[in-house]
């Protein structure tokens, strides 16, 4: 069972910067894909960004180009840079990660945009 645990969230001005981590249990280099999710109190979960395997990088048409998904192999982490954050932005966020048949999920952290 693979654990994963986010960090880096909080409060943050409108048009300030985070960095959110997610450390593994175990290597996340055999997933097939790994990334991030968002929710929004009183919505639905949605995807915000992952990377695959291959290194192909998705986002979410809402956060292109101010957030960035990256992974550090060695150290078992991926990582979400954010910028240009808005109110909008606040939610939970959770990353997650995927083999074909099987998804593990962080615990989420909080990210409030507010001034």
């Known amino acids: 069972q693979v654990q994963l645990v986010e960090s880096g969230g909080g409060l943050v001005q409108p048009g300030g910067s985070l960095r959110l981590s997610c450390a593994a249990s175990e290597s996340i280099v055999g997933f097939y894909t790994v990334g991030w999710y968002r929710q929004i109190l009183g919505n639905e979960r949605e995807f915000v960004a992952m990377?695959?395997?291959?290194?192909?990088?998705a986002y979410a048409d809402f956060v292109k180009g101010r957030f960035a998904i990256s992974r550090d192999n060695a150290n078992n982490t991926m990582y979400l840079q954010m910028n240009s954050l808005q109110p909008d932005d606040t939610a939970v966020y959770y990353c997650?990660?995927?083999?074909?048949?099987?998804?593990?999920w962080g615990q989420g952290t909080q990210v409030t945009v507010s001034s």
């Open positions: 990377i695959a395997q291959t290194d192909h990088t």
């Open positions: 997650r990660a995927r083999n074909p048949g099987q998804e593990y």
